[in-house]
């Protein structure tokens, strides 16, 4: 039976009856954590505290979160008030979904977001099947969800393709779907406002984006899509009266052989498909029905943008960026086999921000590194202990890139300043910067869980890692009283034990 089809409506459930339950997903979570036992409170850059109750990203790892944009540790709840109805026209249907997330902050206070409400108009024609329709779907608030690409980690085209400064007004959008037994394609439309550097008025900036997918098999599925988005002008070239427009571009493409087990997708994407998995908790545990099942995906990106050009006064260049990942599952009665691998270019990284720095392609002779990762994991399930222990292997290249030979710092620069240098980016704006004359070097990760299940929506989750990171740096004064990047302990060990209701 093919699998595409669940990219269509919610028409599967129309006749369901609907409960409050159905329509609420939540995950409270407690947490004792010390992100590094090796380290005391002001040791490093990044503040290592003490144990204690709370986490952050920094109690995770590089493999960890790939196809999801938090952090594991949040108390959070994605509630959703659905509803459908038949129309007064034959063959259409309409439904519509508040969708919100609530996520508790350390502070104490609880933030809404919207979590991409939407509309959707849907029309089967006499004959078609039931999964089968034309549809339109409209974001009214904010189109994050639908976006580009497949797993979360190096999807692209959610809200921030327009950069950060137009997340403020919101970025609503609609989508027009096709959806046939075998095949589905669609089209959509972004819009935003983004301020003028010139005019120092907003403009509207609009994002096109379409795709589709086929099985060509039961099990074997190829996807496709892409799109075009305006993210204003270069500001730096706007202050000095040149008007230089900022295009982004790209396309994706990912082929997925699965046996035995459907295909899953992002839990940050489960909304804006607008499938019958709606009504699925994101956190409901793992099931075990026995035998031998798999999955594995390859997936692709080529995005490229125009960005100014540092080595020619009032120019542009064109700036690509890609991103290529390799996922694979296997389940064989209660053990789980996992594989991950990551290609990911500093341009990508950078995307949306867009460039380092900010609206500035590289500099000629600068060398860059991409981002380079494989993970392996594998756990097993104690059904008599409710009990399931892992263990997860990581070995990463961190993005970087060196800049041209430079002499900074005056005609008579301390030696810290002059040469050239390496820059480590762990993420979207995050840098390290290295001494002089050395090169960023593989980043080791191991890391043993075990997760113990209380009852059908309660767990204990224990977590110990090790991670040998020999780029962390920070500034120290020399003797000269002069700030330089100096190497921290490249050793880390932490632990999280976690108590987690999900419900």
């Known amino acids: 039976m093919s699998l595409l089809p669940r990219f269509a409506a919610l ?13 609420v997903d939540t995950r409270i979570s407690i947490v004792l954590a010390d992100d590094n036992v090796l380290a005391r409170s002001g040791e490093t850059k990044i503040n290592s505290p003490d144990v204690g109750f709370g986490a952050t990203s920094g109690n995770t790892q590089f493999y960890d979160n790939f196809n999801t944009k938090f952090s594991g540790f949040e108390s959070l709840s994605n509630v959703v008030l659905y509803k459908k109805s ?94 046939r037994d075998r095949f589905y394609v669609f089209a959509g439309l972004k819009t935003g406002l983004l301020l003028n550097d010139r005019t120092l008025e907003k403009e509207r900036v609009y994002g096109f984006m379409g795709g589709g997918g086929f099985d060509i098999t039961d099990t074997l599925r190829l996807e496709a899509n892409g799109g075009y988005f305006q993210k204003g002008i270069v500001p730096g070239l706007a202050n000095q009266g040149i008007e230089a427009p900022v295009n982004a571009r790209g396309i994706s493409g990912q082929l997925t052989w699965h046996v035995g087990v459907p295909v899953g997708t992002s839990i940050d994407f489960k909304l804006y498909r607008n499938d019958p998995e709606i009504f699925q908790k994101f956190f409901t545990p793992e099931q075990y029905p026995g035998g031998l099942a798999y999955s594995l995906s390859v997936e692709g990106s080529y995005l490229d943008q125009t960005l100014e050009n540092p080595d020619v006064f009032g120019a542009t260049k064109i700036q690509p960026a890609m991103a290529v990942a390799l996922q694979g599952r296997a389940k064989f009665n209660f053990l789980r086999v996992n594989i991950l691998a990551l290609y990911r270019t500093l341009s990508y990284i950078q995307f949306d921000v867009p460039g380092i720095p900010p609206y500035k392609d590289f500099p000629k002779g600068t060398v860059q590194k991409p981002e380079m990762f494989v993970a392996i994991g594998a756990d097993y399930h104690l059904p008599g202990l409710h009990l399931t222990p892992g263990v997860i292997l990581g070995l990463q290249q961190p993005a970087s890139f ?25 993420g979207v704006n995050d840098f390290e910067i290295l001494p002089t004359s050395y090169d960023a070097l593989p980043i080791f990760s191991a890391k043993v869980n075990a997760k113990l299940d209380l009852s059908d929506y309660m767990s204990f989750v224990g977590e110990v890692y090790y991670t040998r990171n020999p780029n962390r740096t920070t500034f120290r004064d020399s003797v000269a009283g002069i700030a330089e990047p100096s190497f921290e302990k490249e050793h880390a060990l932490g632990f999280n034990l976690i108590m987690q209701a999900r419900f």
């Not at 028409?11 to 329509?23: K, M």
């Not at 026209?89 to 508040?98: N, P, V």
């Not at 060196?402 to 762990?426: E, Y």
Request: charged share 15%.
């Open 11 to 23: 028409s599967v459930l129309a006749a369901a009856t609907a409960h409050a339950g159905d329509f």
């Open 86 to 179: 038949a129309s007064y026209f034959d063959g259409f249907s309409g439904e519509a979904a508040l969708a919100i997330n609530v996520l508790m902050r350390p502070a104490g206070t609880i933030e809404f977001r919207d979590n991409s409400s939407y509309l959707k108009l849907n029309w089967r024609p006499a004959g078609w099947g039931e999964k089968e329709e034309l549809s339109f779907t409209g974001f009214p608030v904010s189109s994050d969800r639908f976006r580009l690409g497949y797993a979360y980690r190096i999807s692209w085209g959610g809200s921030s393709v327009f950069t950060s400064r137009a997340l403020a007004d919101g970025v609503p959008g609609g989508r027009l779907q096709l959806t």
């Open 402 to 426: 060196k800049s041209p030979s430079t002499v900074l710092g005056g005609t008579n620069p301390p030696s810290a300043f002059t040469g050239s240098r390496t820059v480590v980016l762990s």
